[in-house]
């Protein structure tokens, strides 16, 4: 894992060997993030702010709005391609507004450890980077978000896919991935944008999660829940990315330090948060008590969702891979 301190040198080599530039007016990239400013997201990008400024001498700055500030990742999305935004750090919901398919890489089931996330991701690599291109973005580089377990508020558990009937799970609503897994449990979820998740499950308005412990903690969400669930759903993905018109329209020098730069503190942020996710795991199933659930009903279930989904969600090839990258059992 890089510490913060291996991060700060990486990314500050690349001022060490800056040239000066022509004294002009600073290029200001605006990147919006749902992560909290003090999160471990915040902690590096903040490094990377500091890190561009001084490789740049002044002469570019990144400029980050936190916590949802521009909107979900929908919104913000939106405001990039219109260019009111220039650049975000979102999940897999949001790069599927740009490139659906990357949603491919969170089938229910299929990638459950790091390993067999990278795998899949090293066997679609040129495809998806050619697809958010094509979408007109750069992609910096891809970011892990955490591996993905239940999470409850209240009494009652979840053994079986069924018992999901009785609660009330939270869903992104721009997810295309959690409908089609209730309409085959049988359960009706509450569609909602992240930041306004903590506001419902204060008020009983949803009290079921199934996200990464590291999000859950870092959006606060984790003092309202009281049960986790040792099964991993799966892993969460994310990007950075910046709007490729907007880079194309900066001094050839600058684009480079922002791009490199930006690389550096993904790959960075990447391999950190696998850690700390665990970490996370690990202070966060000291309060709460954790249950098991009957893997073979989760397994069968999964299995059909990803079957409905290659059936025009996805195609069936991407599917496939999928699947054999994460050792699932097929959906053919």
């Not at 679609?124 to 958010?132: M, R, S």
């Not at 306004?196 to 999000?215: F, Y």
Request: aromatic share 6%; glycine share 10%.
């Amino acid at each position: 894992m890089l510490s913060r301190k291996s991060l700060v040198a990486a990314l500050s080599a690349f001022a060490l060997t800056a040239t000066a530039l022509p004294a002009t007016a600073a290029e200001v990239v605006k990147i919006g993030t749902l992560a909290p400013k003090q999160s471990v997201w915040g902690q590096v990008f903040q490094v990377w702010e500091t890190a561009v400024k001084k490789k740049s001498d002044g002469k570019a700055e990144i400029q980050f709005f936190y916590n949802g500030q521009q909107g979900d990742e929908g919104a913000m999305v939106a405001k990039m391609k219109s260019g009111q935004l220039d650049g975000a750090a979102i999940t897999a919901v949001g790069l599927s507004k740009i490139y659906k398919p990357v949603l491919v890489l969170q089938l229910p089931g299929a990638l459950t450890t790091w390993d067999k996330l990278e795998a899949a991701q090293k066997e679609l690599k040129g495809e998806f980077e050619k697809g958010i291109k094509d979408g007109g973005f750069d992609l910096l580089g891809w970011g892990n978000v955490g591996r993905a377990h239940l999470f409850l508020k209240g009494d009652g558990s979840v053994k079986a896919p069924g018992d999901l009937k009785s609660r009330k799970p939270y869903m992104w609503r721009d997810d295309i991935i959690s409908p089609v897994f209730y309409s085959v449990v049988g359960a009706t979820p509450v569609p909602l944008n992240v930041p306004e998740v903590l506001s419902n499950l204060k008020t009983g308005g949803v009290d079921t999660v199934n996200a990464p412990a590291l999000a859950v903690e870092q959006l606060q969400w984790a003092p309202q829940l009281n049960q986790a669930g040792n099964q991993v759903t799966g892993c969460a993905i994310g990007a950075l990315v910046v709007q490729s018109k907007r880079m194309g329209s900066l001094p050839g020098d600058l684009r480079t330090i922002i791009l490199d730069t930006g690389a550096v503190a993904s790959k960075a942020l990447s391999e950190k948060i696998k850690a700390e996710d665990e970490a996370a795991w690990g202070r966060m199933t000291k309060k709460m008590k954790t249950f098991d659930v009957d893997e073979a009903a989760f397994k069968k279930t999964f299995k059909e969702v990803r079957k409905r989904l290659r059936q025009g969600t996805f195609a069936g090839d991407l599917v496939t891979k999928v699947e054999k990258a994460g050792g699932a059992e097929s959906s053919e």
